[in-house]
């Protein structure tokens, strides 16, 4: 599986729009890029998924570069329950789940 | 919604106990998941299940470790003879379908201490 690169810990103001990067420079054709979350040693949480377009759900927007060697995982109004650890998980469709040490959003009122 | 439970909440053992952790899958799921976070480290991926086997161990899940379907609704992690370092939270999760790692759904995980 390719590796991700993501900052350990970002802020964010309540209402505001949260942008959260990851780079995925090794990443292959055939894999996808899922973003899941953990609140507060919660089980994790599956968020969104692509693989080359742009997505959107009813929880965030998915932005994926041209090259795939990126993306921005987008809370458009982030409220304080956004607060959590964010993973961004790079691989083909699979039943295992790797997961990194993601980013820390904090969310401010 | 339906949700993966897990039981309990907490557990707390004596080393070289066994202890059996519980959860009850989402009902029509027939994938199942363990994994494991030691405290301030990463979710790692122990064990897959599907029809009465496992289809996928990590190096982690070693002898001491076991699962089972026991019923239609549940399924078990079994640690034989604990270890001060299994001390973690344990996470159950399903799916309805295989190779779908977004559609895995995860319980609120069972706390170990091991004393």
């Known amino acids: 599986d390719a590796k991700t690169t993501q900052p350990t810990s970002m802020d964010c103001a309540e209402g505001r729009a949260a942008n959260l990067p990851c780079n995925h420079s090794t990443i292959s054709g055939n894999e996808y890029v899922y973003w899941y979350r953990q609140i507060h040693s919660q089980g994790p949480q599956y968020i969104i998924h692509g693989l080359k377009n742009n997505e959107t759900n009813e929880m965030a927007s998915l932005i994926i570069t041209e090259d795939r060697k990126s993306s921005t995982l987008i809370l458009p109004h982030a409220t304080l329950r956004d607060t959590a650890v964010y993973y961004c998980i790079v691989s083909i469709h699979t039943d295992k789940l790797i997961f990194g040490t993601g980013t820390r959003l904090q969310v401010f009122p | 919604e339906p949700e993966v439970t897990q039981t309990p909440s907490h557990q707390v053992t004596q080393m070289g106990q066994e202890v059996i952790l519980r959860c009850v899958p989402i009902?029509?799921?027939?994938?199942f998941y363990w994994y494991r976070q030691i405290l301030g480290q990463k979710v790692e991926f122990l064990v897959s299940f599907y029809n009465n086997e496992i289809s996928e161990k990590s190096e982690i899940f070693d002898d001491q470790f076991s699962v089972e379907r026991p019923d239609g609704s549940n399924f078990t992690l079994k640690i034989r003879s604990t270890k001060l370092e299994d001390s973690a939270m344990y996470f159950c999760?399903?799916?309805?379908?295989?190779?779908?790692?977004?559609?895995?759904?995860f319980g609120p995980g069972t706390r170990l201490t091991v004393t």
């Open positions: 999760a399903s799916s309805e379908y295989s190779r779908r790692a977004y559609e895995q759904y």
């Open positions: 009902s029509n799921h027939l994938y």
